[in-house]
């Protein structure tokens, strides 16, 4: 069912304006966010139709945009990203660690997104692994798989690493599984000392190297003095490092997965209202607990769309990552010596489906087989449906 406001609809309706007083300003790619978000499952990108081989309802289905910025496209890309990673999964017990960054890094990582995002991967999952590996603490090779999220629950900058690492990891010499302890896996202040060092002594040396850029209010931190009395609090700071309980089973790991791995900056669920006040949403300040928690606020629609565009990432950046018994090149290898080692079976087979899937959800009415009867082009509408609506297998008799 379609929520009652989407992005999608203030976009339309605030965007042409506001990419008027932004241009010059927008780049290329933010602009294709917008245009993207704007027509998704709208006739602009075409689509087909569908009818039940039982009752003969039928409904137009508009393609997507695929935009992995869009609120309405994940759940698709989530599912099958999910079907791949179940077959990963190992029968221990998994971890959710976050890394984030403190406010004074985040400024310089919105002027800098490429090479900041994918230092704050490379040192979280360093960190994980080198305590992970150190014989006082676990001794082990563990794996990790890394989503970056740059929000908070206002739409506001906030970048850090989420991480799901299983339970435990593999000996050395590969003879054996090490198993963490239940309820515990790193040492959360040890973890968050190594990350603000390897963090800080990278960014100051990109710093050296000229690779940091910096614009308006932030120009003066060009000059290496500026930068280092600027980074000066955050070295004595303590940084956050966040390890919950274990989850309950694979089950939850996978439910988490889905609500996590393929999230955008504010989902359509969220927004409550749009009208000439702004759009008022919901959203969660962490300040608080129990009810008081759940808030509402009200931004002006340019406010919006400024807090959006916030959380687009560069162009081809991957914002979920595998490291350690889960990197890609090993991954295979790693995982069935690690089925071999806890002595449980080896993952199964996928067989090949003779005939693709039918992607057509069921008939509305009443739960028949729906295929499509007709495909229209970008900016096409479809016809007119038949004058009678009699079922598809009489038309075909």
């Known amino acids: 069912m379609r929520p009652n406001i989407e992005v999608a609809d203030i976009f339309r309706s605030a965007g042409p304006a506001y990419r008027i007083a932004h241009a010059g300003h927008l780049s290329l790619h933010q602009l294709r966010?917008?245009?993207?978000?704007?027509?998704?499952?709208?006739?602009?990108?075409?689509?087909?139709?569908?009818?039940?081989?039982?009752?003969?309802h039928w409904r137009i289905a508009y393609n997507s945009c695929r935009n992995r910025h869009c609120p309405k496209c994940q759940g698709a890309a989530a599912r099958t990203w999910l079907a791949e990673r179940e077959a990963d999964l190992l029968p221990v017990g998994y971890f959710h660690v976050v890394f984030t960054l403190p406010a004074q890094i985040a400024n310089i990582a919105w002027q800098n997104k490429t090479l900041v995002y994918d230092l704050l991967f490379r040192a979280a999952s360093e960190t994980m692994m080198t305590i992970a590996a150190d014989p006082k603490h676990l001794g082990a090779r563990i794996g990790i798989t890394a989503v970056l999220h740059t929000w908070g629950s206002a739409m506001?900058?906030?970048?850090?690493?989420?991480?799901?690492?299983?339970?435990?990891?593999?000996?050395?010499?590969?003879?054996?599984?090490?198993?963490?302890?239940?309820?515990?896996?790193?040492?959360?202040?040890?973890?968050?000392?190594?990350?603000?060092?390897?963090?800080?002594?990278?960014?100051?040396?990109?710093?050296?190297?000229?690779?940091?850029?910096?614009?308006?209010?932030m120009s003066n931190l060009a000059d290496r003095r500026t930068f280092l009395r600027h980074l000066a609090p955050v070295r004595q700071k303590r940084w956050v490092v966040y390890a919950k309980p274990p989850f309950a089973g694979p089950e939850a790991v996978l439910a988490y997965l889905s609500r996590y791995t393929h999230r955008v900056a504010i989902s359509n669920r969220r927004l409550i209202s749009f009208d000439q006040d702004g759009v008022t949403l919901r959203y969660k300040d962490y300040r608080h607990d129990g009810a008081e928690r759940h808030q509402i606020m009200t931004l002006t629609a340019n406010e919006f769309i400024r807090r959006f565009l916030l959380h687009v990432l560069p162009r081809g950046f991957h914002r979920i990552r595998h490291y350690g018994l889960l990197a890609s090149a090993t991954r295979r290898d790693n995982l069935a010596l690690a089925r071999r080692l806890l002595a449980v079976p080896s993952e199964p087979e996928v067989p090949t489906p003779d005939a693709p899937l039918d992607t057509c959800s069921p008939c509305p009415c009443c739960g028949g087989r729906m295929v499509v009867i007709e495909t229209f082009a970008r900016w096409c509408q479809p016809r007119a449906p038949p004058p009678l609506l009699l079922p598809i297998r009489e038309f075909a008799s």
């Open 33 to 56: 966010v917008m245009s993207a978000v704007e027509h998704c499952r709208t006739a602009a990108l075409g689509g087909h139709v569908e009818a039940c081989e039982d009752c003969g």
């Open 156 to 217: 506001t900058h906030h970048p850090h690493v989420h991480m799901i690492v299983p339970g435990g990891g593999i000996a050395h010499d590969g003879t054996r599984w090490i198993s963490s302890r239940p309820a515990f896996l790193l040492p959360v202040r040890v973890l968050g000392k190594l990350f603000r060092r390897i963090f800080l002594t990278r960014l100051i040396a990109l710093h050296d190297a000229g690779q940091l850029n910096f614009f308006g209010a």
